[in-house]
């Protein structure tokens, strides 16, 4: 059976959403001409200041294009739904940001990314505009700790783009502005469950199945094999398991700060967030830790999949200070008005 959107046309439903966003904020974004997937803040690049462009596939609103605004990303390429934009749309958000100080490319580490931005990085070489790469890997489901740069990016972006995006707002050079944005990535854990399948808009047919009493942790934003499945348990039974395993790995000593971020992949309410929040809270007060920002909501979705993530920063002064630092996009803000 099919599922149920309200869609026009599946294959014409990343092109009607862009239209939908810049219709919607205006005040936020733009896309170059002639390159409608690629999205640009109207007010973060500047002269002199490191231009950083996110992107990847659709249908993890509001990753990535969410995310563009002064204080954060300057530019985001957009692909079809769960894959990635291909070079061009990415050599024209690098064309539109570079303030001629380097342009830093994050995303998440897919193999299609990996292939499309290196292309596209390489052929703006011949522009002369330094481009350098930092990809995101938080997802420490996704692989072994001793294998950790075959991990995935999933929500932990949320933090480690902000951290960047404040070190590029407030003009560090290109070097610290990529130290930090490696910093920020090593100090992030992310940990997700799935409950229920999403449906692609051009099928509208579950991209994987899972039985109505099961459930699966460490599920990939895009269906990926998680770690292991097995009957669905309480909130507070997965919140100590995802928790457990991002502090048993993260190491933190006690008094130590986090940013925290309770995350719907996309159709889990708040109701049930906010029950898994009051026991992350819990467990971080047990151990010591003391919270310094919480986000909970809709920060990195899989369509309509059923189920939440956990992400942990580990925080320091300066990542705390870039975490702290305002932006205004057109999905997400925070700190004073810019």
Known sequence: MKTKKLINDGAAAVDEMLAGILAAHPRHLHAVDGSPRSIVANHGPRTGKVGLVIGGGSGHEPTFLGFVGRGLADAAAIGNVFASPPPDPIIECAKAVDGGAGVLFMYGNYAGDVMNFDMAAEMLTMDDIEVRTVLTTDDIASAPIEQKERRRGVAGNVFIFKAAGAACDLMYGFDDVERVARFANERTYTMGVALSPCSLPQTRRPNFEIGADEMEIGMGIHGEPGIARGPMRSADEVTS?????????????????????????????????????????????????????????NYCTSLEMAGASITLMHLDDELQRLIDHPCDCAMFRSGEAL
């Open 241 to 297: 398991e995802l928790v457990g395993k991002i502090l048993k790995e993260m190491k933190p000593a006690h008094g130590d700060r986090v940013a925290v971020l309770v995350n719907s992949l996309g159709s889990t309410p708040l109701m049930e967030l906010y029950i898994m929040m009051r026991k992350l809270k819990a467990m971080l007060d047990d151990a010591g830790l003391v919270i310094h920002l919480s986000l909970v909501g």
